[in-house]
């Protein structure tokens, strides 16, 4: 299928009209979610075999991509569909994947926890079996769960614990209307304001034991084989997304806007056209690096794993800069809303401190740096140089 022709008019009858209302209002994007799920596109990585289109990450890129020039809102909502669907395709029962690929289940990652904070891969959240007479073949799971996406709207929660016996994590596929579950507060975030990005409590939630994604204290080398790929490259891919939305409402403003006295633009300035060369060329340099990394990705490459680390923590602080830039060139016509580019340089926000933040990655690299990851293709590393952060 052709992602983007499928795209666009659902963009623009549906996304764009609805962009500034789904910021203002907090409001969920569930109109988007729906024409979405019409168009097969919340089954874009689901298999054929199940009624999905068949997809990988590169059409999912495209897709991501695409809406979050328009609402970076929509594209993390489907990032986290996405990344949800991921897990469940290779482990979850042919019933939701169904429902997924048809376009009636919307699913979210609900990895990140009040206790452990940025440690994602250390949750403090339970998954014990239960011992009275009912509890057979049944788990039940506790946890505070601090910022989830569609948390309280998705169908599901793709849910991270400890294990049930011994060491590691566990991964669960729960129906997010099991009673035990609670959303504390609501969301009134600064940026992506209509995720619905609110905590979760469980408490005592009992899940049936055959929702385990994968084996019990598998769930790091799970998320590493079937998440990696998808989570950081389109999380990127939404920072990418909102660059290119904040350079064109940028260059449109300038473009438009004239001095009295000279009847030059500001445009014109040589000034406003070096920030915006400065701005382009961050957007561009990020939107390279993520096709490298999907090409990586594609290949199997042994530098994979780097890649995908660069690529988070490269477009979400390419982000930050360019929406400052965006801000600074159409001056204090940024700060009003019909503008649209204030509320791009509040979402940018997000994608920095999402899990892993910039600075965990900042640090895993440095890391993999000091243990000889390569420094570019043939140019090998030096093994054995002490990090900074180590
Ligand atoms: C809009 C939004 C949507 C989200 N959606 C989801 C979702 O769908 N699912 C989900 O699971 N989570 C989601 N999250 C949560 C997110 O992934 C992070 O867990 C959360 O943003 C981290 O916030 P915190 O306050 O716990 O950070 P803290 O851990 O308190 O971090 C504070 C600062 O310390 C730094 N820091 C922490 N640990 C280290 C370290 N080891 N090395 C270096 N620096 C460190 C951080 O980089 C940060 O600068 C979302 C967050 C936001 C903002």
Same mark, same amino acid.
């Given at each position: 299928?052709?992602?983007?022709?499928? +795209?666009?008019?659902?963009?623009?009858?549906?996304?764009?009209?609805?962009?500034?209302?789904?910021?203002?209002?907090?409001?969920?994007?569930?109109?988007?979610?729906?024409?979405?799920?019409?168009?097969?596109?919340?089954?874009?990585?689901?298999?054929?075999?199940?009624?999905?289109?068949?997809?990988?990450?590169?059409?999912?890129?495209?897709?991501?991509?695409?809406?979050?020039?328009?609402?970076?809102?929509?594209?993390?909502? +489907?990032?986290?569909?996405?990344?949800?669907?991921?897990?469940?395709?290779?482990?979850?029962?042919?019933?939701?994947?169904?429902?997924?690929?048809?376009?009636?289940?919307?699913?979210?990652?609900?990895?990140?926890?009040?206790?452990?904070?940025?440690?994602?891969?250390?949750?403090?959240?339970?998954?014990?079996?239960?011992?009275?007479?009912?509890?057979?073949?049944?788990?039940?799971?506790?946890?505070?769960?601090?910022?989830?996406?569609?948390?309280?709207?998705?169908?599901?929660?793709?849910?991270?614990?400890?294990?049930?016996?011994?060491?590691?994590?566990?991964?669960?596929?729960?129906?997010?209307?099991?009673?035990?579950?609670?959303?504390?507060?609501?969301?009134?975030?600064?940026?992506?304001?209509?995720?619905a990005s609110s905590p979760i409590e469980a408490t005592d939630v009992r899940v049936p034991r055959d929702c385990m994604l994968g084996a019990d204290g598998e769930g790091e080398p799970i998320k590493a084989r079937y998440l990696m790929p998808f989570f950081p490259t389109l999380i990127a891919t939404t920072s990418i997304g909102l660059m290119q939305g904040a350079l064109q409402r940028a260059v449109a403003h300038v473009s438009a806007t004239r001095f009295s006295d000279t009847g030059s633009t500001l445009g014109d300035l040589p000034t406003i056209r070096a920030w915006l060369a400065r701005a382009w060329l961050q957007a561009e340099q990020a939107r390279l690096l993520r096709d490298a990394t999907v090409a990586s990705v594609v290949a199997g490459d042994a530098d994979t794993r780097v890649r995908l680390l660069q690529v988070k923590a490269a477009a979400a602080e390419a982000a930050l800069s360019v929406t400052e830039i965006a801000m600074r060139v159409c001056g204090g016509a940024a700060f009003r809303k019909e503008a649209g580019i204030e509320r791009l340089f509040r979402d940018a926000r997000a994608a920095s401190v999402m899990a892993p933040t910039t600075d965990v990655l900042y640090d895993m690299l440095g890391k993999a740096l000091g243990e000889g990851a390569a420094i570019a293709p043939g140019v090998p590393g030096v093994p054995g140089i002490e990090p900074a952060a180590a």
């Amino acid at each position: 299928m052709n992602v983007l022709q499928t +795209l666009e008019p659902i963009v623009r009858d549906v996304i764009a009209p609805a962009a500034a209302d789904t910021d203002q209002h907090a409001r969920y994007p569930r109109a988007a979610l729906r024409a979405l799920g019409q168009a097969g596109l919340l089954g874009l990585v689901s298999a054929r075999a199940v009624g999905g289109l068949g997809g990988g990450l590169p059409e999912a890129v495209q897709a991501v991509e695409r809406i979050a020039r328009d609402c970076p809102c929509t594209a993390m909502v +489907l990032t986290m569909h996405y990344c949800g669907v991921a897990l469940i395709e290779p482990f979850a029962g042919d019933a939701v994947r169904r429902a997924i690929a048809d376009g009636r289940h919307v699913t979210t990652l609900a990895v990140s926890e009040a206790a452990s904070r940025s440690h994602i891969w250390a949750p403090a959240g339970t998954a014990s079996e239960g011992d009275g007479p009912d509890d057979a073949g049944t788990v039940r799971l506790n946890a505070l769960k601090s910022m989830i996406t569609s948390a309280g709207e998705a169908d599901s929660y793709v849910w991270i614990s400890r294990a049930t016996h011994g060491e590691g994590n566990t991964l669960w596929l729960v129906d997010s209307r099991l009673p035990g579950l609670a959303i504390p507060s609501r969301f009134d975030g600064m940026g992506l304001r209509g995720n619905a990005s609110s905590p979760i409590e469980a408490t005592d939630v009992r899940v049936p034991r055959d929702c385990m994604l994968g084996a019990d204290g598998e769930g790091e080398p799970i998320k590493a084989r079937y998440l990696m790929p998808f989570f950081p490259t389109l999380i990127a891919t939404t920072s990418i997304g909102l660059m290119q939305g904040a350079l064109q409402r940028a260059v449109a403003h300038v473009s438009a806007t004239r001095f009295s006295d000279t009847g030059s633009t500001l445009g014109d300035l040589p000034t406003i056209r070096a920030w915006l060369a400065r701005a382009w060329l961050q957007a561009e340099q990020a939107r390279l690096l993520r096709d490298a990394t999907v090409a990586s990705v594609v290949a199997g490459d042994a530098d994979t794993r780097v890649r995908l680390l660069q690529v988070k923590a490269a477009a979400a602080e390419a982000a930050l800069s360019v929406t400052e830039i965006a801000m600074r060139v159409c001056g204090g016509a940024a700060f009003r809303k019909e503008a649209g580019i204030e509320r791009l340089f509040r979402d940018a926000r997000a994608a920095s401190v999402m899990a892993p933040t910039t600075d965990v990655l900042y640090d895993m690299l440095g890391k993999a740096l000091g243990e000889g990851a390569a420094i570019a293709p043939g140019v090998p590393g030096v093994p054995g140089i002490e990090p900074a952060a180590a």
